[in-house]
């Protein structure tokens, strides 16, 4: 149920301010408040509180919303995990740009940041700050007179869970080889990186471990807005499908990797094994109704959860304000924020007469197509794939200021698409027709006919088509060697019209400045310069 999300509680934050991790991370509370947690965790319920926290700062700033926020040092505006993960997995890529001159905003599309990036910086805070959340809850929770309670086993696996979400991003965006690791034994800055295979093989173990346990629910029987072992198979194939990449391994060893992914995904396929019907649905203003296929969402509630990021970042970034058609096409006022582009690139991957996926336009006043200019948001088209609408017609105003929306995070179509990658790649327990089927699956509900060109690179393009602005689209790059270089171009690339080849180092971001000069043990990725410590 949606109203899992609402439960904010002071306790959240004033439980956060006496941890030592956070302050190792210059990330503190903004709260001047101590209270012991002792103080406030008087009861089972408490312990969903604080959980509850775990689960928002998915998509605010702070327990209070907007109006305050968890981090210092980041804008409220662009400081959360969500709207975050966009700037990097999207706007870096052939799927987006933003044409505001914000800080280093176009540094991203022009594959150009260095160390000191904030928006660098501000996914690296998210994360650590997420970890360093569920690190909490869970140490508090086992020191507790209630850690045999059914309910606080059940906590500590969703924050088990939560956890390995925000490795798994940390790792995919900063590489495994720099950053800080720690679990609810020890605190952040104590600690320096895993050693390489330790870290991976680490969250392996955690992912069997919560599989085969009994805090979490079985797929697709977890409350609504709370993570299942759907979710844990989610990650787990996510993690082994890239960590040949990782890991710079092939072979044998690299295929031990896709069986496990593979398995993860035949696991959900199983659990899933049919596709939602109408692809619109799961992106529109009730779209919490899609369990069916969101396997879990980042949750939005006009009037209860009011965030500048998420899906209320995606839907306002893609239209200018005053412009009342497209307001009204989105259920939304219409302040629109006019900054998200996609370039001609992505929008040549499409079949626009066929395929339903294609949800891009040039907006009322019918601007052009080829994105002439990166930085006037009039000189190309942008997403409508996210809209506040809801498909039954139950709102009675279109002019909300704020959405319902939820951020599909993980897709079960995303796991038949990978499922038919591993195949691809050589894994040993999944067959081809399998792998075909699948595939076929998502292009039948796209409207299209079965896949002709089975390999890597439609797979790469099937991706595209099926998974744009849901924050995919940097690693699937990655993964299939497409991000730097020059074996791939598109519009705007390293900050070119018709694209140049970018340094390898960029494949991972660096360790921002402010994390790697606090801690002694941590190094640098490559290519990028700190200052010595």
Known sequence: MKQ??????????????????????????????????????????????????????LSTSGSSGESSADIQGIDNGFGQYIRALFYLNEYTTDAALCVWN???????????????????????????????????????????????????????????????????????????????????????????????????????????????????AAIRNAEYGRVDKGFVQMIKAKLNLNAPVYLSISGAEATAYYDKAAEACKAIVAAYPTLHDNYAELFMGDNHKRNDEIIFGVQEVNGSVQTWGSTQFLIFSCFESGDAVAGDRLWVSDSGWGGTLVTPTYLAKFDRAKD?????????????EDLNSNTSFNSGWTSFKFTNEPSDGSYTSKGATFVDTDFPLFRSADAYLMLAECQLR????????????????????????????????????????????????????????????????????????????????????????????????????????????
């Open 4 to 57: 899992f999300r609402i439960i904010l509680a002071v306790c959240a934050a004033a439980l956060l301010s006496a941890t030592s991790c956070i302050k190792d991370l210059e990330i503190a509370p903004v709260d001047d408040d101590v209270v012991l947690p002792e103080m406030i965790l008087t009861g089972v319920e408490q312990y969903e509180q604080v959980l509850a926290k775990c689960y928002v700062g």
């Open 102 to 216: 914000d800080g280093t905003v176009n540094a991203l599309h022009n594959i150009s940041w260095t160390q000191s990036d904030v928006y660098v910086r501000g996914m690296f805070s998210r994360c650590y700050y997420q970890i360093s959340m569920c690190n909490e809850l869970i140490r508090q929770a086992k020191a507790s007179q209630f850690k045999d309670d059914p309910k606080i086993l059940q906590y500590i696996a969703e924050a088990r869970a939560l956890r390995l979400l925000s490795y798994l991003h940390a790792v995919d965006m900063f590489g495994y080889k720099h950053i800080p690791f720690a679990t609810e034994e020890t605190s952040v800055g104590s600690e320096g990186p895993a050693p390489k295979e330790d870290l991976i093989d680490w969250m392996n173990q955690e992912i069997e471990d919560l599989l085969a346990g009994n805090g979490l």
């Open 356 to 368: 339903k996926r294609f949800m891009f336009w040039g907006g009322p006043n019918n601007y052009p």
């Open 426 to 533: 050589g894994a040993t327990n999944v067959t081809e027709t399998e792998a075909k089927a699948a595939w076929n699956a998502v292009r039948a509900r796209a409207g299209l006919g079965n896949v002709t060109n089975y390999n890597l690179d439609e797979m790469l393009d099937e991706r595209a088509r099926e998974l744009s602005f849901e924050c995919h689209r940097r690693s699937d790059l990655v993964r299939f060697g497409k991000f730097t270089g020059g074996s791939y171009l598109w519009t705007w690339k390293g900050g070119e019209y018709n694209g140049v080849a970018t340094d390898e180092h960029y494949n991972v971001f660096p360790i921002p400045d402010a994390e790697y000069n606090s801690n002694s043990k941590l190094g640098q990725n490559p290519g990028y310069a700190s200052a010595s410590k």
